[in-house]
């Protein structure tokens, strides 16, 4: 069994949020990424996409997900699966928000405009 404390968990800030990393390789695990997303009021990230599904579970606050122009948001208690692949742009519907996203090892995002590659620091 592997186990992260809160004392001992590693954090990334962007400048529209701070992942924390819970589960991921740099920590033992070997098939899956698990980190916890917290984003201010009004924070909304830019429209990428990731190679590998991953599913959203809000904890605290909102969170509006556009995906192909749809537009839904989770309160604590939903879940989203986003497919591998897809743009998406997640932002703050109501909020400080928090939540926990989940998705198989070695994804990378994609920014659509430039097509540039992106680490995803929070999840190795």
């Keep these: 069994m592997i186990v992260t404390t809160a004392a001992h968990a590693r954090t990334t800030e962007t400048p529209n ?3 924390t990393c819970l589960a991921a390789p740099s920590l033992g695990c ?3 990424s698990s980190w916890r ?3 201010r009021a009004g924070a ?19 969170f509006a997900i556009t995906v192909d ?3 839904v948001v989770l309160t604590p208690g939903d879940a ?7 743009v998406r742009q997640i932002r703050v519907a109501e909020g400080p928000a928090e939540a926990l996203v989940c998705m198989p090892v070695g994804g990378q995002a994609t920014l659509p405009d430039s097509g540039e590659r992106r680490r995803l620091p929070w999840a190795e």
């Design 37 to 39: 997303v917290e984003m």
């Design 30 to 32: 070997v098939e899956l």
């Design 17 to 19: 949020a701070v992942m």
């Design 69 to 71: 122009g749809r537009t």
């Design 44 to 62: 909304e990230g830019p429209p990428h996409g990731i190679d590998r599904e991953q599913v959203w579970m809000p904890v605290t606050g909102s």
């Design 80 to 86: 989203a699966v986003l497919p591998a692949g897809v």
